[in-house]
């Protein structure tokens, strides 16, 4: 099994920064995306940022330009680093990794427990 676990949520004020982390640990194998998704009270949850083992990202339009993804392979650890946040973020913020546990085994989706981010105007 692999765990994931998020860090780095807060309160923060309009216009400030967070910088959350995700730690991945377990039985780890490979690991190819991780990423980043929110979700607001009576909200989907919906995508902020994914990377790819190799770095290569891709962000939700309303993200781009504010928030940046990135990836520290030989820890198996996720960034977010989030600008110039605005009330509409705020949101639980959930972990998501593309693992292979064990040579051989079919490829599983992890999901973290997520950290509260909450704007304050």
């Known amino acids: 099994q692999v765990q994931l676990v998020e860090s780095g949520g807060g309160l923060v004020q309009a216009g400030g920064s967070l910088r959350l982390s995700c730690a991945a640990s377990?039985?780890?194998?490979?690991?190819?995306?991780m990423g980043w998704y929110r979700q607001a009270p009576g909200k989907q949850r919906e995508l902020v940022a994914t990377?790819?083992?190799?770095?290569?990202?891709n962000y939700a339009d309303s993200m781009k330009g504010r928030f940046t993804i990135s990836r520290d392979n030989a820890k198996n650890m996720v960034y977010l680093q989030m600008n110039d946040l605005k009330p509409e973020d705020t949101a639980v913020y959930y972990c998501?990794?593309?693992?292979?546990?064990?040579?051989?085994?079919?490829?599983?989706?992890?999901w973290g427990q997520g950290t509260q981010v909450t704007l304050s105007s």
């Open positions: 990377i790819t083992s190799g770095g290569t990202t």
């Open positions: 377990g039985s780890i194998f490979r690991i190819n995306t």
């Open positions: 998501n990794a593309d693992a292979q546990p064990t040579p051989g085994t079919r490829w599983y989706s992890y």
